[in-house]
């Protein structure tokens, strides 16, 4: 291999003396279909294309051994050839441009070996089969065009290619204009990638619901997750139609209160194990208003839901989810992890947080105060008496703050508040609607700065705490325990940033500060693990190297949601 160049899709280019062939791949928008274009610059005369397709066909989370279930049938089509590797799932289709000839030589290739599963504690051997050889005349200036799919060929493959490259280019140039917005051109080009990064995270499940992934390459779209990066991706984006949609779907899934951890499709059932992704649709309704202001939306779609969330949650509902009667929110046993802070170690939560989280209450306090203010606007009786709001702020500073020390503590259970520094305290600040006083806000900041904050985000856990965790590594268990021990998540950034601006005494200083930040994380990570994307996590300890997933939603949405409110400061 010469040379690899990415910018709106990847592209190899292989040469030797006498041949130079470009390899590039592109998958097809809203298609299961990949292609793959291989352009010869140089060859030698009668020279032959042998193209050799290794089929896994297999869940993201599994991999293929070599077994008789497999059917090693294929049959040549025009162009190319049609097999069904297994009989429950679809056939596959792998066709070409050019005049091909297919050699059917059926064959198991054994023990590819993958490492970075091998350091993740997987399985990391795996089997291929290939169903035979597919042979293409070609010579200097020939394209040859293949695609793979789960159904047939439509069309020609040369004007599929140039539709999807020009939707790419003319995403290119639509991510260019938005960040043409910003002053600098290394913001603008910062903010450019990140939303061509963002839009990659906006889906269509199979059923035909719009969605969120929450990260690639084995996340799936969990409620949490989507509410938190679609500002990010949507309303701050110039994609507000679409982050509407995905509104209105999860809220036409409520159930007793509570709204989907995980989504199921083909039938299954929603896993509503959570008890902050329907306070966190009242932060994201919020944003949606800042950007729209298209209350007609709210109104029709998103109020009914809204409103029978505040109301269930008031009265009680599923995992132990209940209000207090100082209006604070409980939640949990200690059997389920219902906060964000999920890991599940051996069927106990690493980071017990029954009890009365802080974050929780903080977004419950948001979430109840802009309720009241739509009732008001909606001209509707109030749910609740109109002292809880107050009584509620008065609950929250004298179960959370630690006036000596002054920040907040993170949970408060049986009688004990665990004083343990982590990040959560930060949305008491970051929110629209905040419990505390400004001097308050100020104290939280500071303790945040000056223990979790690093160049790519907060650490869930202070480096002096003796449970801390500063590397993110080895089998998933081990993992897990690190996951929220110490483990920065770069979403969190978002959050800090809008603290910072809250405080600030000098917003144009702030605002430099925080430009800073942003700029040294994308110029550090962004061709560091997923080229042009933004990773899940990074470990505590300096390097700081990236971890989990190789692009995150929410860490993507976060940054661009920081960029476009840091130049609309004042």
Not at 50 to 65: G, S
Not at 78 to 86: H, R, S, W
Not at 441 to 470: F, M
Request: glycine share 8%.
């Amino acid at each position: 291999m010469k040379a690899y160049i990415w910018d709106d899709y990847p592209r190899f280019i292989y040469a030797t003396e006498h041949l130079q062939i470009r390899k590039s791949i592109l998958m097809v928008s809203g298609e299961n279909r990949v292609l793959i274009r291989y352009d010869v610059d140089a060859c030698p005369p009668k020279a032959v294309l042998r193209l050799k397709p290794f089929v896994a066909f297999r869940n993201h989370h599994a991999l293929t051994k070599e077994n008789s279930e497999l059917s090693m049938e294929a049959r040549e089509a025009k162009n190319g050839f049609i097999m069904k590797p297994y009989r429950d799932l679809p056939s596959l289709y792998f066709q070409s441009n050019a005049k091909s000839s297919f050699s059917p030589s059926p064959v198991w290739y054994r023990n590819f070996e993958y490492p970075v599963e091998e350091r993740r504690g997987y399985d990391w051997r795996e089997d291929l089969f290939c169903p035979g050889i597919m042979e293409v005349p070609v010579k200097t200036g020939s394209v040859v065009i293949v695609t793979a799919a789960t159904a047939p060929l439509k069309g020609q493959l040369k004007k599929i290619w140039t539709v999807e490259e020009e939707r790419r280019l003319h995403l290119v140039e639509s991510c260019d204009a938005f960040g043409g917005q910003l002053d600098s051109e290394e913001d603008k080009n910062h903010l450019s990638r990140l939303l061509f990064a963002g839009q990659q995270f906006l889906i269509r499940t199979p059923s035909g619901r719009p969605g969120v992934i929450a990260g690639y390459h084995w996340f799936q779209d969990w409620g949490r997750d989507t509410l938190i990066s679609l500002p990010g991706l949507t309303f701050c984006s110039g994609r507000s139609r679409e982050g509407i949609e995905i509104l209105n779907a999860i809220a036409s899934s409520e159930k007793d209160g509570l709204l989907p951890n995980y989504f199921a499709e083909g039938g299954g059932e929603h896993a509503y194990n959570t008890v902050d992704t329907a306070l966190w649709y009242f932060w994201a309704v919020q944003q949606m208003l800042k950007y729209t202001g298209d209350m007609e939306a709210v109104e029709e779609n998103m109020w009914p839901a809204m409103k029978r969330i505040i109301s269930t949650y008031m009265a009680g509902t599923s995992f132990n989810i209940g209000m207090d009667n100082r209006g604070l929110l409980y939640a949990g046993d200690g059997w389920h992890a219902l906060t964000w802070m999920d890991a599940i170690v051996h069927g106990r939560p690493v980071t017990p947080r029954h009890g009365i989280p802080v974050e929780i209450n903080a977004l419950w306090y948001n979430a109840l105060s802009f309720y009241a203010e739509l009732a008001q606007r909606f001209e509707e009786p109030p749910l609740f008496p109109e002292d809880l709001l107050a009584r509620l702020r008065k609950a929250f500073k004298e179960t959370f703050w630690i006036e000596e020390e002054g920040y907040l503590g993170d949970v408060y259970c049986d009688g004990v508040l665990d004083r343990t520094i982590r990040p959560n305290q930060i949305l008491a600040v970051s929110l629209p609607f905040s419990p505390l006083e400004p001097y308050q806000w100020k104290g939280i900041v500071s303790c945040t700065r000056n223990h979790l904050l690093t160049p790519v985000g907060l650490r869930t856990l202070s480096a002096e705490d003796w449970n801390y965790q500063g590397i993110y590594e080895g089998d998933q268990p081990t993992r897990d325990r690190a996951y929220h021990q110490g483990t920065v998540w770069p979403w969190l950034l978002a959050h800090y940033g809008e603290a910072c601006l809250r405080i600030a005494e000098n917003p144009a200083e702030t605002k430099e500060y925080l430009l800073s930040l942003i700029r040294n994380f994308m110029e550090r990570h962004i061709g560091e693990a997923g080229l042009g994307c933004v990773s899940e996590v990074f470990d505590g300890n300096p390097p700081h190297r990236p971890g989990g997933c190789i692009a995150q939603a929410w860490s993507t949405a976060g940054l661009i949601q920081l960029y476009l409110r840091l130049h609309n400061a004042a």
